[in-house]
């Protein structure tokens, strides 16, 4: 159950400074490109005669989609990416005298500080629009545009601040602890039938094992495999995700799978953690290309911006269209289907301010500078606040209330939370080589 000579060297490289893996920035911002894509051709909201307003998911309707989906469903690997650099970033910080509480505080600073500017600035852009008059159900629906992100901050947050101990499990049995946390998810998918609230439950759990994956990569466990292993592990796991949805335990429809997430989902995350490491030389010759190189180190710098803010801004640009008399195809046809890239460009063209304006947000968190660190406490209350409004909005849907609560508790969590302790980013482990920081602004697959 023990780690091998190659390991125990990998995790060494990982606590005292490995130099960063270009690949895991190349596989992220692919991601996050897939996402925004993805979703640019799902939203369609549809006025109707009576004046009431729904929301199409229109390549949802396209039955070729549903296969294309077991390729692009690309949120597994999010988690797998996740943990590579969290495990890493972690044994960073602990080899320079940090603790789990300041990896809490700075996971905690560096994902809420954008979500809490998202938050506050749809609560007022929909205050306003409520006060000009704007029909209520197209305020709604952009509520529910914003909501839809913070499912994955939560999950992602959660994931992250259990590093620290499934960290230490997987150090001292890294399989008994993937095992563990698979039997768990098999267990709550088989109670969800009786307790469906059971099923939430597995957002923590599928995610940590996917997460687990990432552990495995980082520590080099998957290092020396063959080619052909790889492809077998891929075979392998899709084959058996094509039969546990063909005999009808799990809908074949990965999108069904992901909300809540079940048994699919590992499966998925175990294929693409594979695939990652199969492709990993040619991925590393075109993470290699200059420009290429560029752009994913710029769009890393600010790809959680991206993420909260794209779904947002898109259903908001599609809700004031219906207000005006700017042409609506209906969904699914030739004319909708050719307007994608029209709607993209808007997209990425509203994206540019918020990236100005908010985008710094997402550098190393520091807040007040009185302030010297945070207590166990103090960090604890501030995942607590955090995660009340997101629970409430994973539940009950994101309504103008609860945005306005929801910024006031973000706000409050980077309060408690305050300034990184210099001494967590500068204390040496005693007879360790000195390891410089990542460089401002190109820590993507460190501290992200």
Known sequence: MGFSRQQKTSVAMAAFGRSRDPVIDLARFFCLILVVLSHCMMVSPVLHPDGTVTTENTLMEQHWFEPVLWVFQVMPLFFVLGGITGLESWRRLRARGGSGVDYAQLRLLRLIRPATALLASMFVGLWAASLLGVDPEVVQLIATGAGMPLWFLAAYLATQLSVPLLARLHGHSPWLTLGGLVAAVIT??????????????????????????????????????????????????????????????????????????????????????????????????????????????????????????????????????????????????AEWW???????????????????????????????????????????????????????????????????????????????????????????????????????GLRANLDS
């Open 338 to 440: 050719w307007a994608r890239p029209l709607v993209l460009f808007g997209v990425l063209l509203l994206l540019l301010p918020v990236l100005l304006l908010c985008g710094r947000l997402e550098e190393r968190p520091t807040a007040a500078s009185h302030a010297r660190g945070r207590t166990h406490v103090a960090v604890v209350t501030a995942g607590v606040v955090v995660f009340i409004p997101v629970v409430d909005a994973a539940f009950n849907g994101l309504t103008l209330t609860l945005l306005a609560g929801g910024a006031a508790c973000f706000a409050l969590g980077v309060l408690l939370l305050g300034r990184v302790p210099a001494g967590v980013l500068s204390v040496a482990v005693p007879d360790a080589p000195t390891v410089p920081l990542p460089e401002p």
């Open 188 to 333: 709550l998918d088989s109670l969800r039938g009786a307790f469906p609230m059971l099923a939430f439950v597995n957002m923590l759990f599928v995610w940590c094992a996917v997460q687990q994956f990432g552990f495995f990569i980082a520590d080099g466990i998957f290092a020396g495999r063959s080619r052909g292993w790889f492809a077998g592990l891929i075979v392998g796991s899709n084959l058996l995700l094509g039969f546990v949805t063909g005999i009808g335990v799990y809908s074949g429809n990965m999108i069904v799978d992901l909300n809540p997430p079940n048994f699919c989902m590992l499966l998925l995350g175990l294929s693409q953690a594979a695939t990652l490491q199969l492709l990993r030389p040619g991925l590393a010759w075109v993470a290699g290309v200059r420009w290429i190189r560029w752009v994913v180190a710029v769009a890393g710098r600010r790809s959680m911006t991206v993420y909260l803010w794209h779904l947002p801004l898109l259903a908001a640009m599609s809700g004031l269209l219906l207000l005006t008399g700017f042409p609506k195809p209906a969904a699914g046809t």
